[in-house]
């Protein structure tokens, strides 16, 4: 019996955060779920919460009439989360995955595909990199970045083929949304399946790549699909040309069958799953419960049901089982009965319920009463992260974590709620009863959110220190983020790739002088990047990580003001500096910062031969330095950086045609010499 939704049974009046989970059995959508696609293999081991192939049999018995076998490329671009490229650009943005292939099979570097913004485990090693929140609710292959895409008809899918034109191997699962609205992996990498750069030649690098996997055998109807990818493997960019999806065509007659027999079939299983008022209907049971049954056990107790049965269990049935002759392989040790998981002391148990992840915590609650009690204790919801949980998250949850997670700290919706499984009125009223604690909220890519759940979040979550909206909005009308404005202890805000007003910015940074880490990257243009750096010399002087990746406005000015941040670690300036030169701002940054241990140049075009020198003179502690682009710089002050950065393990030299024209085995052999991964656009050397 489910006691997912289940308070103890006991109704003592009051409507207070103790009363029944009556808004949700999780059980209920647990198997819906499992009716919906929720598949078997690797795949259903990471990413489902019961195993099952309800909805291929569901769909089979639709799919009498079978249409024609077709391929299709993608009509559009539902969503991602990153990109190299800006919006109002075509160079590497994520459109370019939009119809047929432009490239393949050649194989390079090409503007026109759609390339992510990270490579390896470099920003992993970044002082700006982030602990995962609830980190055991991680698969083994985690998803650094995605995309969602839509085609023109509906097939059954019996292919997916992403063509891939520059360092492939970052594909690690491929999903499909079906009609009856719930996705379905459809194939999942091991461990095994991920391309290895330390231990691959040279040449396999330079092959582009129809990847195509086996797809595991579905009825599913779809058109949409989302691809992840892991970059932790990857040398370099991989770049995306192309994603094909064949199938069979399906009659909208077949669909609308379908359609109708997964509702019906949802909604009586709801009504079965479903607790009302402590009790409900019973069709089936567990292996203790099928047995009890075979040997017509049928206790009489009219009162305090639940707590009879729980002292039956304890304490009687062990020499039930045996006064019925049961095998002795089916009998109960009777000494190791004695002692067993349930006597150790509820604080054990607490701490070992600890590292379950958040689908075994549900799943333990469905064991016993006293399970129960434990799984659903507010301690373990301390910390949340739904992000690894994305394909499952809705309203309905969210309402039942409400009355869980009373002390709520940490809170991860990144990626979730897509497709309107997350109603802004329902995550509104999240916050407003769980919000008044949280120092961690992260909302990346969540598109559920308007312009009053920014206003919750700036009112109700007044003791954030950590605030990341990544890829939120790319129109500020969309999203209003005055109230922001009152939060006043952000220690880490990252508003990458989201649009938003400039005066909002200065007064939040103004209003936040502990801040520590900064993302600005792709801010727009509305932002003016010397105002901002001013500010930052001004008020925030704490400041440990700062991205500036392809904002704009951005002069010498303003990276003297920088200099004035002293605590800086981590700068990433690449693409957001196009004068011709930057005079002594460098240097001056440089000389003031001695604790820089990531610095990205990328296409910095007035980087001079001046410039190359105090990098390598000043540079002491640098670790990650991007140079990408630069023009001018010679074979000699490689070398000089080389020698005199003795911390450094990434060095990007990708484009910087001046020296890689020339003595490319040099350069190999300076890799290996001072054990230094060195980035070309024409070699890829391993440490």
Known sequence: MSLLAYDGGVDDGNSSDTEPDELIDFTAMLMEQRQHGDNDGDCNDSSSWLHGDGDNKLQSQSLDNQGYCLGQYVLGVLDFSSQYGIDYSISYTA?????????????????????????????QCAPSSMREIQSQNLPTLPTHDFIVVYFEKFVVPTEVAIFETFNPGGVVRIWAYNITKHWTCLWEAKSSDMIQPRTRSNYALRDSRRFAPPLKKTNVITKTLRIDFNHSQLNYYTEIDAIMLCGRTVSMRSMQQLIATASASASASAGLQRLD?????????????????????????????????????????????????????????????????????????????????????????QVSRLFYDISTHPLLYGELSLKPYWQLTNSKLLCTLARRATMLRKLDLSWCGGFGE???????????????????????????????????????????????????????????????????????????????????????????RKLKHLNLAFCGVSVNMDNVATHLGTYNTQLVSLDMWKAHFLSARGLQSLARCQHLEELDL?????????????????????????????????????DLVHIATLGKNLEQLDLMGILNITHERVYDILVHCTKLQLLDLSFCDSIMDRDLDVIADWSRLFNVDIKSSRIYNAR
Not at 297 to 321: G, M, T, V, W
Not at 480 to 485: G, Q, T, V, W, Y
Not at 583 to 602: A, E, R, T, V, Y
């Open 574 to 610: 690449g693409w957001c500096l196009r004068e011709a030169t930057l005079g002594d701002s460098l240097h001056q940054l440089l000389s003031n910062c001695p604790k820089l241990k990531k610095l990205f140049l990328s296409a910095v075009r007035g980087i001079t031969e001046r």
């Open 95 to 123: 459109a370019n995955v939009i119809g047929r292939p432009t490239k393949f099979p050649a194989y390079g570097d090409y503007p026109e595909t759609f390339t992510m913004r990270t490579y390896g485990d470099w920003w």
């Open 277 to 365: 008022g402590g009790s409900r209907e019973v069709t089936s049971g567990g292996p203790i419960t099928n047995k009890l049954r075979t040997l017509k056990f049928q206790p009489s107790c009219r009162e305090n049901y639940a707590a009879k049965l729980h002292e039956f269990i304890n304490n009687d049935l062990s020499q039930f089982l045996i006064e019925n002759n049961l095998e002795p392989g089916q009998q109960l040790n009777s000494s190791a009965s004695q002692t067993c998981l349930t006597d150790l002391p509820f604080e054990i148990l607490l701490k070992i319920l600890s590292y379950l992840d958040l689908k075994s915590l549900f799943r333990m609650g």
């Open 422 to 512: 997350v109603s802004p009125t329902e995550f509104k009223k999240f916050l407003t009863q769980r919000g008044d604690n949280l120092t961690h909220l992260r909302l990346n890519s969540c598109k559920f959110l308007n312009a009053s759940c920014i206003e919750t979040v700036g009112i109700v979550c007044d003791n954030l220190i950590e605030l990341s909206l990544r890829n939120c909005a790319i129109d500020p009308p969309l999203l209003n983020f005055s109230c922001l404005a009152n939060l006043k202890n952000l220690e880490r805000l990252d508003l990458f790739q989201t649009a938003f007003e400039s005066e909002l910015l200065l007064s939040m940074l103004e209003g936040n």
